[in-house]
């Protein structure tokens, strides 16, 4: 199971590569070979949380880039999984701040694909992750959530633009 974890990292890692020295397509490829290691050895260790993480980090780009290929239903498939996911994690490490700093992270991925594709769930999910990350800066600041948090309002403001209102 150890080799697999390291050829599950290594693939995502080969993705990430692709991706950024070629194509967001490019990526896919290797992306779908670590979820498929990561989805196995998390059968066989439900509970595990670097698996757990590994995985949603794993959903979470093959979001981005099926995104980015403008694919957005697959994308959004992808980081509704990363969500699931994710909530595991933080409910298995309720103080692990980086855990539901990426939870949040996923929701405002969600709801920016969900803007794009005109879904009236994008302001829910933006609030989401806005929500989750006021939660955090109120325990405690630290420059990655209040840079998230940023681009959550900003993510918000142009909704709102886009729609002239936001639900909350």
């Known amino acids: 199971p150890a080799l697999r974890d390291e050829l599950a990292l290594a693939h995502f890692r080969v993705g990430r590569i692709a991706e950024e020295v070629d ?36 959903l979470n780009a093959v979001g981005i880039s099926l995104a980015k290929q403008r694919d957005f239903s697959a ?34 991925n969600l709801g920016l694909v969900e803007k794009e594709q005109g879904s009236l769930q994008a302001s829910r999910h933006l609030q989401q992750a806005q929500e989750i990350r006021e939660r955090l800066l109120a325990e405690g600041d630290d420059r990655k959530t209040r840079l998230d948090y940023a681009m959550g309002c900003y993510g918000l403001a142009n909704l709102f633009m886009r729609t ?5």
């Not at 509704?80 to 405002?108: C, F, G, H, K, W």
């Open 23 to 58: 194509s967001p397509g490019k990526g896919l490829a290797s992306y779908r070979k670590a979820h498929r290691l990561q989805t196995e050895l998390l059968i066989a260790d439900p509970d595990s949380p670097n698996r757990l993480k590994a995985l949603g980090d794993t």
């Open 164 to 168: 002239g209102q936001i639900d909350a």
């Open 75 to 108: 994308a959004r498939e992808a980081y509704e999984e990363a969500i699931e996911v994710r909530q595991r994690l933080t409910e298995l490490l309720p103080e692990d701040r980086e855990s539901r700093r990426t939870l949040a992270n996923a929701y405002m």
